[in-house]
């Protein structure tokens, strides 16, 4: 079984609440899904393709496996990386709670980061920030076998072969204790431990923090799942120093003609065509400046920071939002999930346990998505009116939703369900109504709204 060429990772499980809710029932673990006998038995005609996996450790871990095709279908038409607009999407992931976690992170983990960077030239803050985005710092890895989610995903497509090597790989994990069969648990796409690997990545680029180590333990050591993930972007041609990116304004419009989203700026990538992507010197000759007006290129630069480094525009919001110059290492953090609203939110994360401002250019909103922190006090207001479904979580879901457009009719207001600044500010400035269920759901003060996740 080839396991050393990596497939890419799948995208991370960072699903709206509401979205994981409609496709969290599953079917009891029983006999094999009669769905799933088809392509069961398809696939273990493939073992001969995949010898370091057993018959016996096939019949047994596909036996009982759950048909999770639904749920992924659900799920991948809903990733909020593609569907929420990403000023949102960055408010709940770049928040000031996450900011203070990871701080925390790089602290506690500080002599492990360090001989990590030694080792793989990575530094603490971007690994951390992929930590932190992942799975808000392993508290959320998922909750799906990952056998049935990386089977079920097979099922979808059996012509796929990373989808059928991330299978195999996952059978093999369990047959050599690399893994325990209770906890082997994760994402709707099979990725899992405390960066969201798939079984496939994780076979090739497994590393302790420990060298020497004889095992790898991603789903309950941060050390090893720090290092695990530092050695997966250092195989992604990392370069050590260079920023992800360089916020920048553009002298003229016409420039926006370059914006490459997505998978236009592959271009970043080793022995890829020019495509849109530019030096920096070709930038700095067209006006390109650093946000705060300072040259593109002057003394003091980060390595390879250069006037032949190969950049790309970046615009996500178009010439409303704010803009960057990314780097090769952008499309490093790009491939780990293959979404620009993931690959800004590491780059952000990592900038701010830097110690580095926001971007200076606002996003075209007058209604900024709520952090958690403010979230939970919306939702503590909202319990104070009398909305006794809703918990003061800090996550966004129905109920808060069908509350909020409660408030909004009352007050008289388009009715959208949004958890923005607009109305905690509205109801901030209002006390609760004569005679409403104010201590009806039971405390929802300040004690409420800091509840821990």
């Not at 926001?358 to 998505?369: F, G, I, M, N």
């Not at 207001?381 to 918990?391: A, I, K, N, W």
Request: proline share 8%; with cysteine.
């Amino acid at each position: 079984m080839n396991f050393l060429k990596p497939p890419p990772l799948r995208l991370a499980a960072l699903l709206l609440p509401a979205l994981v809710g409609a496709c969290s029932a599953a079917p009891a673990r029983q006999d094999a899904d009669a769905g799933l006998a088809p392509c069961i038995d398809a696939l273990r005609q493939r073992l001969d393709e995949n010898p370091k996996v057993s018959p016996r450790t096939f019949d047994q871990y596909t036996r009982g496996a759950q048909d999770l095709r639904p749920v992924i279908e659900a799920a991948t038409a809903g990733q909020p990386e593609f569907q929420v607009p990403i000023w949102d999407y960055l408010a709940r992931r770049v928040d000031p709670e996450r900011i203070a976690d990871g701080r925390a992170l790089l602290s506690g983990q500080a002599a492990a980061l360090a001989a990590i960077e030694k080792r793989h030239g990575v530094d603490p803050a971007t690994v951390v920030a992929v930590f932190g985005i992942e799975t808000d710092y392993g508290r959320v890895q998922g909750r799906y076998p990952v056998v049935d989610a990386t089977l079920s995903r097979a099922c979808l497509n059996l012509d796929s072969a990373e989808r059928r090597r991330n299978f195999f790989a996952a059978l093999w994990l369990l047959q050599e204790g690399h893994v325990q069969q209770d906890s082997f648990v994760g994402s709707w796409a099979g990725a899992f431990g405390q960066t969201q690997f798939m079984p496939a990545t994780f076979v090739a680029y497994m590393d302790a923090a420990a060298e020497g180590a004889s095992k790898v333990d991603i789903i309950g050591s941060t050390p090893d799942a720090l290092a695990t993930t530092a050695r997966y972007l250092s195989g992604l041609n990392w370069r050590s120093g260079l920023p992800w990116g360089v916020e920048v304004k553009l002298p003229d419009a016409a420039l926006e003609r370059f914006n490459a989203q997505e998978s236009g700026h592959r271009c970043l990538e080793r022995g890829q065509p020019e495509g849109q992507c530019r030096t920096l010197a070709q930038w700095a000759a067209d006006g390109v400046r650093r946000v705060d007006g300072g040259p593109l290129l002057g003394e003091g630069g980060a390595p390879g920071w250069e006037p032949g480094l190969r950049t790309a525009l970046l615009m996500p919001a178009g010439s409303d939002g704010p803009a960057w110059l990314v780097t090769p290492n952008y499309q490093a953090i790009w491939r780990y999930n293959r979404a620009d609203a993931y690959g800004l939110a590491i780059g952000l994360l990592s900038d701010a346990l830097r110690g580095l401002p926001p971007p200076r250019k606002a996003w075209p909103t007058d209604d900024p998505l709520l952090p958690r922190r403010e979230l939970r006090e919306l939702q503590a207001l909202l319990l104070s009116r009398g909305h006794c479904e809703v918990q003061p979580d800090g996550r966004d879901g129905p109920r808060t939703a069908a509350a909020i457009r409660a408030e909004e009719r009352r007050l008289e207001l388009p009715e959208t369900g949004r958890s923005g600044t607009r109305i905690l500010a509205r109801l901030k400035a209002q006390a609760p109504e004569e005679g409403a269920a104010q201590g009806a759901c039971g405390a929802a003060g300040p004690g409420a709204a800091s509840a821990p996740r």
